[in-house]
Nanobody
């Protein structure tokens, strides 16, 4: 069992940066691939980024490539999402999730956090 708690969201102006954190409980954190998803009002949840347990594999949704960076610290049971050059269209509730393998498919994730709100003003 893994419990996930996101933090670091907030209100930022376009062009600004935020760093999201996802703290995991449980001793098996390092076995999981960790992903970030987001859901804007009136839209479906979408994949943002994923990182393998070893950090050797990382994948990003096209619209965030070059702006967002995912990383993890297995010693701290934490995964991060560094978001730079933020745009109003990045406004959403951001979730972290854990899966047994690297995947961009939401339903393949077994554990989800409650989300942290990111709002980007123009």
């Amino acid at each position: 069992q893994v419990q996930l708690v996101e933090s670091g969201g907030g209100l930022v102006q376009a062009g600004g940066s935020l760093r999201l954190s996802c703290q995991a409980s449980g001793r098996t954190f390092s076995r999981y691939a960790m992903g970030w998803f987001r859901q804007a009002p009136g839209k479906e949840r979408e994949f943002v980024a994923v990182i393998s347990w070893s950090s050797l594999s990382k994948y990003y949704e096209d619209s965030v490539k070059g702006r967002f960076s995912i990383s993890r610290d297995n010693a701290k049971n934490t995964v991060y999402l560094q978001m730079n050059s933020l745009k109003p269209e990045d406004t959403a509730l951001y979730y972290c999730a854990a899966a047994n393998s690297v995947t961009i498919i939401g339903y393949e994730y077994d554990y989800w956090g409650q989300g942290t709100q990111v709002t980007v003003s123009s």
